[in-house]
């Protein structure tokens, strides 16, 4: 029987490395990135460290407290009677939030979903108010508070219609909502409408229970707003019974004089209900922003 013919053999293939790609553009970016978070983040470590010092480190050199004096926040909170004005600022910030997401949420939905004459117009207009400074608002929004008080029995100033009610609409809420609810499937109005639905029930029951991320993007707003606003609630109140904690930190930061520890501690307290909410909120808001077409 004859043998196979034999094949000659042949070396290895020999398999090189790829080159890999390097992408500038990308590490540009981050390099930004990175150097942007640095930037952000070290006034508020900075306020924290300061916070945490005795007199003579604060108005030193020094970076890092030797020991930390976490008695800073009691007496900074006790000194500036904290307790007053963050009750007033949490009831502020939860009546304007239920307001602002009740109101823009209706008034959102009318100019993605429903027909009515002037429905462009009204809203090219609405976002025609984007543009003005705040402080434009104070004056006609301080006539009408004025006005209010006289024709109605419920009091305005030094009470909390007048820090609230006048804040329960935001144009960018409003575009924020409609543009997330124009991205729900027209399909899902049709089905409800077989099954007898109208708008408010499909709203309830369909629209609102979809846009959870938009809803908290509108709460976190609405929410920062509140609990920064200071020139507007010096403008209608004149007792601390319904000022917030922007005020009293403000008035806390006069008393205080030298002792920058206090001061310090004094606005990590103020700040610190915004992180906290931030925190619990992130991944919703990062979304909401994501899918309402308004990212950069």
Same mark, same amino acid.
């Given at each position: 029987?004859?043998?196979?013919?034999?094949?000659?053999?042949?070396?290895?293939?020999?398999?090189?490395?790829?080159?890999?790609?390097?992408?500038?553009?990308?590490?540009?970016?981050?390099?930004?990135?990175? !150097?942007?978070?640095?930037?952000? +983040?070290?006034?508020? &470590?900075?306020? $924290? *460290?300061?916070?945490?010092?005795?007199? %003579?480190? =604060?108005?030193?050199?020094?970076?890092?407290?030797?020991?930390?004096?976490?008695?800073?926040?009691?007496?900074?909170?006790?000194?500036?009677?904290?307790? !007053?004005?963050?009750?007033?600022? +949490?009831?502020?910030? &939860?009546?304007? $939030? *239920?307001?602002?997401?009740?109101?823009? %949420?209706? =008034?959102?939905?009318?100019?993605?979903?429903?027909?009515?004459?002037?429905?462009?117009?009204?809203?090219?207009?609405?976002?025609?108010?984007?543009?003005?400074?705040?402080?434009?608002?104070?004056?006609?929004?301080?006539?009408?508070?004025?006005?209010?008080?006289?024709?109605?029995?419920?009091?305005?100033?030094?009470?909390?219609?007048?820090?609230?009610?006048?804040?329960?609409?935001?144009?960018?809420?409003?575009?924020?909502?409609?543009?997330?609810?124009?991205?729900?499937?027209?399909?899902?109005?049709?089905?409800?409408?077989?099954?007898?639905?109208?708008?408010?029930?499909?709203?309830?029951?369909?629209?609102?229970?979809?846009?959870?991320?938009?809803?908290?993007?509108?709460?976190?707003?609405?929410?920062?707003?509140?609990?920064?606003?200071?020139?507007?609630?010096?403008?209608?109140?004149?007792?601390?019974?319904?000022?917030?904690?922007?005020?009293?930190?403000?008035?806390?930061?006069?008393?205080?004089?030298?002792?920058?520890?206090?001061?310090?501690?004094?606005?990590?307290?103020?700040?610190?209900?915004?992180?906290?909410?931030?925190?619990?909120?992130?991944?919703?808001?990062?979304?909401?922003?994501?899918?309402?077409?308004?990212?950069?």
């Amino acid at each position: 029987m004859a043998n196979p013919p034999v094949t000659p053999t042949t070396p290895a293939t020999q398999h090189h490395p790829r080159t890999r790609h390097v992408d500038v553009g990308r590490i540009v970016i981050y390099i930004v990135l990175i !150097i942007g978070s640095i930037l952000a +983040i070290t006034p508020f &470590l900075f306020s $924290v *460290s300061v916070s945490l010092m005795n007199l %003579t480190e =604060a108005t030193g050199r020094a970076i890092f407290p030797a020991t930390p004096q976490w008695g800073n926040y009691t007496q900074a909170w006790r000194d500036a009677k904290f307790g !007053i004005y963050f009750g007033n600022s +949490i009831k502020i910030a &939860l009546i304007t $939030v *239920s307001g602002q997401v009740i109101f823009c %949420t209706a =008034a959102a939905y009318a100019f993605a979903r429903m027909k009515f004459p002037g429905k462009d117009f009204l809203f090219a207009l609405l976002l025609s108010t984007l543009i003005l400074p705040e402080a434009v608002t104070w004056v006609p929004n301080f006539i009408t508070i004025i006005w209010l008080d006289r024709i109605t029995p419920l009091r305005w100033f030094n009470n909390w219609p007048a820090l609230t009610i006048p804040f329960m609409s935001s144009a960018f809420s409003i575009l924020l909502l409609r543009q997330f609810f124009q991205q729900i499937p027209r399909e899902l109005w049709d089905s409800a409408q077989i099954d007898g639905a109208g708008h408010m029930r499909y709203l309830l029951q369909v629209v609102i229970p979809l846009s959870r991320a938009a809803l908290v993007t509108v709460v976190l707003f609405s929410f920062i707003g509140s609990w920064n606003a200071l020139a507007w609630p010096i403008l209608v109140t004149q007792t601390p019974d319904w000022r917030p904690i922007s005020y009293g930190l403000l008035s806390f930061l006069d008393e205080a004089g030298s002792q920058a520890h206090l001061r310090m501690a004094g606005a990590v307290i103020t700040i610190l209900p915004l992180i906290i909410v931030y925190f619990f909120t992130q991944k919703e808001f990062t979304e909401g922003i994501a899918t309402s077409g308004l990212k950069g």
